[in-house]
C-alpha cells in the first residue's frame, strides 16, 4: 500500500500490514470485488476497472474507481496485483445530488394539473408530464 491510498482510507503503512482487502472492503461490494477479479485469477482477462466502497478507518464510506491487474511469474504463477485506486467519493456524491434532483422535478412536473411536454429539435416528443401524456393518448 502506498502513502497516498492509506491516508484516503485513514490507515498507517503498519496499520495495512494487517488489513485484507476483505477488511476495508464495505460489506455490499464484496461479492462484486471478488467477482470482479476472478477473471484475473482464472487468467480470462489481463486487467479489470470498476467503482466499489472502501471503509475508511473512522467507519465513513469512499467510493473508489479501480483498475486492477495481475502479475505474474514467467510460468504464469500469480505474483502481486498492480492496482489503481482513485477517490471518487465526491463524485458519487454529486450524481445522488443530481439523482436526487431530477427525482424531485419529476415528482413535481408530472403532479402539475398543466401540460408540460418537451420536444427535441426534430419535434419528437421526449417528454411529457401526466397531463401532457393523458393529453396525447386522447390524440
Known amino acids: 500500500m502506498n502513502q497516498a491510498f492509506c491516508e ?42 470498476f ?5 475508511h478507518k473512522d467507519g465513513s464510506v469512499v467510493w473508489a474507481d479501480v483498475s486492477t491487474s495481475l502479475r505474474r511469474d514467467q510460468n504464469g504463477k500469480p505474483l502481486y496485483f498492480m492496482t489503481n485506486v482513485s477517490d471518487i467519493t465526491e463524485r458519487k456524491r454529486a450524481e445522488d445530488a443530481v439523482r436526487a434532483l431530477s427525482y424531485r422535478q419529476e415528482v413535481i412536473l408530472s403532479a402539475v394539473p398543466d401540460i408540460i411536454m418537451e420536444v427535441d429539435k426534430d419535434k419528437v416528443y421526449t417528454w411529457a408530464n401526466q397531463a401532457g401524456l393523458e393529453f396525447l393518448a386522447r390524440m
Not at 12 to 33: L, S, V
Not at 37 to 48: C, N, T
Not at 51 to 55: C, E, G, I, N, V
Open 8 to 49: 484516503m482510507l485513514g490507515y498507517t503503512p503498519e496499520e495495512f500490514d494487517h488489513q485484507r482487502w476483505q477488511d476495508i472492503t464495505h460489506p455490499d461490494d464484496m461479492e462484486m470485488t471478488q467477482h470482479a477479479i476472478d477473471p484475473l485469477l482464472a487468467g480470462e482477462k489481463a486487467s479489470v476497472r
Open 51 to 55: 467503482s466499489k466502497r472502501y471503509l
